[in-house]
Each structure stands twice: as structure tokens, then as C-alpha cells.
Nanobody
């Protein structure tokens, strides 16, 4: 069973920055995707960003383009989410997710991902 361990959440003022990290215990395929979703109170879990491990291609939700950057460290099986220009509406629990193989579900959907981290709280004050 793959384990995902997240770190880096916290409280920040609007306009500030945070960096989230997610380390996977292993990568089980060459078609590996790792990414981030978030869930605010009373809302559904939504896609933030994901990365295709084979070539490093990245995908972002429109509301984070230009502000958030997803990256990886191959040697550590770790993916990062650098979040800049944070807004109060970015407040949510952020979850790391990993998808080992294609299962016919869009990479923008939580259902595409088999493994999940425990979540880390990000709070942006106004």
C-alpha cells in the first residue's frame, strides 16, 4: 500500500506564500501522476494541480494558474505545491493524491486517484 505524507500547511496572510510537500513511500508505475486537491468546509473536493511523472507535464485548475506551481523531486518521490499570492478563498484542507495507472477517469477528478494523503490545513486570513 502506497503511503502519502503531506506537510507544509499553516496560517498565512492574504498575499503570502506557502509550500506544501507530499512524499510517496514508493512509485508503483511509469504512468504515475501525483497532484493536489482541496476541500473547503461545505464544499466538494476540487482539483488544484497534478503532475505526470514520466515527463513532468503539469496541469492546473484555472483559479490557481499563475499563482501556484507544482513540481517534483525524482530522488525523493516527492511533489511540491508552491502557493503564492494566496487569497482567503484558498482556505481549505489540501490533499495530496497519486494515480498509478490510467483508469478511464479524468485526471481532474478525485475518482482518478487511488492513494490519498491525510490532508493539511491551509488558512489564509484577510
Amino acid at each position: 500500500q502506497v503511503q502519502l505524507v503531506e506537510s507544509g500547511g499553516g496560517l498565512v496572510q492574504a498575499g503570502g506564500s506557502l509550500r506544501l510537500s507530499c512524499a510517496a513511500s514508493e512509485r508503483t508505475s511509469t504512468t504515475w501522476y501525483m497532484g493536489w486537491f482541496r476541500q473547503a468546509p461545505g464544499k466538494e473536493r476540487e482539483f488544484v494541480a497534478t503532475l505526470r511523472w514520466a515527463d513532468g507535464r503539469t496541469y492546473y485548475a484555472d483559479f490557481v494558474k499563475g499563482r501556484f506551481t507544482i513540481s517534483r523531486d525524482n530522488t525523493k518521490n516527492t511533489v511540491y505545491l508552491q502557493m503564492n499570492s494566496l487569497k482567503p478563498e484558498d482556505t481549505a484542507v489540501y490533499y495530496c493524491a497519486a494515480r498509478p495507472t490510467w483508469n478511464g477517469v479524468s485526471i481532474y477528478s478525485p475518482a482518478a486517484y487511488n492513494y490519498w494523503g491525510q490532508g493539511t490545513q491551509v488558512t489564509v486570513s484577510s
